[in-house]
């Protein structure tokens, strides 16, 4: 193993005991290829499933492994004809037995750190499906829940506004201006620092992935 391994293979060690502590069952993969192995293998048979706005679950392959899966039933809002049937499917991830999604930043004591411009990720997050499984790259991880917090505001934010080609500050300058603009991405705040009745897994993967 290369230093760089055997640092993320122990850093995840530590985090996955920290998210056990709360309730929060943890998997550790070196590579995105393994990662996507363990995710599907994860999500049962006859199972319904659908996915957040995650340049992670896209670029690491993981809907096309699941709509490989004759058993499962998939909800991909990349797949609609107009913005009703993508808006249809938003509403489908909350009676959905599995939803999957990243992490803007994820902290070694286990707090999972997200923001969001509509709400819709966070929502499902928070509320309706009967798992959620995150899936986040070793890049993500900060030291606390404050440097997480200044993570997914100051590198994810800009980043993604930059992607989705809206007006605001950060998009200019590439630096968070804490901004009220009509098209920020950061309204929703939202952090995970429990899991009711175990519903969350969190899957970190030894590589860098995503925003």
């Known amino acids: 193993m290369t230093p760089t391994e055997i640092r993320n293979e122990k850093l995840a060690a530590k985090i996955i005991k920290n998210l056990e502590r709360r309730h929060i069952k943890g998997y550790y993969c070196p590579t995105a290829k393994e990662a996507v192995e363990l995710v599907s293998n994860l999500i049962e048979d006859g199972s319904s499933v659908t996915w957040g706005g995650s340049m992670t679950i896209r670029d690491m392959g993981i809907p096309a492994a699941l709509h490989a899966r004759q058993s499962l039933t998939v909800y991909d809002r990349d797949l609609a004809a107009d913005r009703e049937e993508a808006q249809q499917i938003y509403l489908k991830a909350f009676s959905s037995d599995y939803y999957l999604s990243s992490i803007n930043a994820l902290s070694e004591d286990g707090q999972i750190v997200n923001v969001d411009g509509t709400g819709n990720r966070v ?14 790259g ?19 934010g800009p980043i993604n506004t930059a992607r989705f080609d809206i007006e605001t500050p950060c998009k200019i300058d590439g630096v968070c201006h804490n901004c009220n603009s009509a098209d920020c991405i950061c309204n929703y705040i939202h952090i995970l620092r429990n899991s009711p009745r175990g519903k969350h897994q969190v899957v970190i993967v030894g590589e860098n992935l995503g925003y």
């Open 138 to 156: 070793v890049n993500k991880v900060t030291q606390d829940v404050d440097s997480a917090l200044k993570r997914a505001r100051s590198t994810a």
């Open 123 to 136: 929502a499902a997050i928070t509320f309706g499906p009967k798992n959620v499984i995150f899936v986040v």
